[in-house]
């Protein structure tokens, strides 16, 4: 038993789970009823996926005790226990993946992290993340549980692709300790009062609103062109759009080409389709307009686009400052721009420099949205010395936690994604271009209710005060370019963030709020060839916090800087990295 800050934390050694032995840990918050229950576990076995259940097992069943819980309609269910014994544990396909057990005088709620407990996914179709058993007429168990495979396409609902390819569980590198928790809040209350109060941990399920910040959700491969089409036409409004804004989602990126036209859109898979320009184009213009029909004051559709037959390496998200129209023909002496009657300007693309040369004319952002991975594997880095690389419009690379999940980490998508991000940092350090930035990113298809969003997408707070219509969408582009944003899985929040001084002697300073306990915060920089960060334990600040971060900074040997808060739930949010120079007075604020 030890104190970690405003914790206590109770250990008990010799646990043995299959090829895994560790110890079982309970974590007690100070100024919370939230309990952590967790293996803590290593495996010397080469190669090691997995998966794991948790929860409580022998609880006395009394007259009144029973299991509650939402169903994917958002209506209250219950199980008194006056049914027969059960072989094994009865999933449920709860909202919110929580459940709670009542007994007179009280309840205890679980449920899972609410994001790193899910690994890579094409869908966030709910597969029933928690669990009762009852084990005999007078006792029962409960918990939290990870499926064993992906929904089948006519189980799912959401079209004839059939995702189940893509369940890629855990990874347990040989030597690491792999921690598989499960979350209990203990309550005086009811079960419904309890689960709803464990729900505050996830703003219910919701991205919080903040003042001068416009959420946006990007790279969700949602079909919306021959969707509508199919369905009668482009008022036809899409259940993907309804359950984005019902989450909190302001600004919704839909991607085209590898899943936004589709079938009959003049793409096949995001690849052209030789003499079908004509369809393109068409594809394109029903594309901005469903943007234009189902946008609204408080809800921005803003198109755009995944290529992959760029000639710039790897797949790359295209965000677009407005609508952009192009066929990828260009012919010998053929100009790059073209004037239509029907379309107006449209760009003629025969490879990479005029990929780039669009971008430049037209204010569009290039990111790469699965880096060093599926059609991105090898990238970005064979590009890091090309002059499109360090161009100012190629921004950086997608984040989503998915992209290799293992138990190890403290930070989301740590080893995937955040070390690549420091890599290109360092590549650019000494080139005259602005460092190099993280967008939060899906990689789902096809939304529709009762769909677990919250839980399987980052999301992007970009500092704009408005939001703008679809033709003009460049106040979004333009704050992504500048770094005005931040990335976060919704619990942890950075309103503003500075680095401020002159000379070598500066300080960070940073407003953050919270919901889970925090564990860390840090400062991460890098010299051109290496990253280093200081890290700051943050335990001993309380649960549903805010707090001023003043850290002081010294620039020496430093070439660029970023600010991280992480929870003890494994949820956090980063700023955009800043290139340090001694010359400025102030190096830049957010």
Known sequence: MKTNGARLEVTFPGVQAGVFAGRLQYSVYKGTSLIRQELIAKTDEPSVAYKYDAGFKGLTIQPASRVVWRDSANLWQDYQFGGAKNDGPVPLVAANRVLAVEAPGGAIAAFPPPHNFFWSRETEVNLGYVWYRKDGETTFSFGVR??????EPSAAGRGPEDTRQNFALYSARPGTWQRMPVYFYVNAEPGQATLQAALAFTHDDHYKPLRGYQVMATHFHTSPVPRARALGGLDVKLPDFEVMKSAGVNIFAPIGGGGGFGAGGGRAGGASVPGNNVQQLQALADYYEIARRHSDKNFLIMPNHELMTTGLGGHLDFLLSKPVFWTEDRAAGQPLVEDQPKYGKVYRLGG??????????????????????????????????????????????????????????????????????????????????????????????????????????????????RLPRPDDMSTVVNAMKRGDYFVTSGEVLISSYAVEGSGTDRTVNADVEWTFPLEFVEVVWGDGQKTERQIISATDLPPFGRHRFRIPLSTAGKKWVRFAVWDSAGNGALVQPIKLSSAMTSTGSR
Request: charged residues 30%.
């Open 352 to 465: 990479p420099a005029d990929f780039m040369e669009m971008a430049r004319r037209e204010n569009i952002l290039i990111y790469m949205p699965h880096p060093r991975s599926k059609g991105s594997t090898g990238y970005p880095d064979a590009i890091k010395d090309t002059a499109h690389f360090r161009d100012e419009h190629y921004r950086g690379i997608g984040y989503r936690w998915g992209m290799g999940l293992d138990g190890s980490e403290t930070r989301l998508c740590e080893y995937r994604c955040l070390a690549l991000f420091d890599d290109m940092n360092n590549w650019v350090a000494d080139v005259p271009t602005p460092p190099k930035f993280i967008q939060a990113i899906s990689e789902t298809y096809r939304k529709g209710p009762g769909d677990d969003i919250y839980a399987n997408n980052p999301v992007n707070y970009v500092k704009l005060d």
């Open 146 to 151: 990870q499926a064993d495979g992906e929904a």
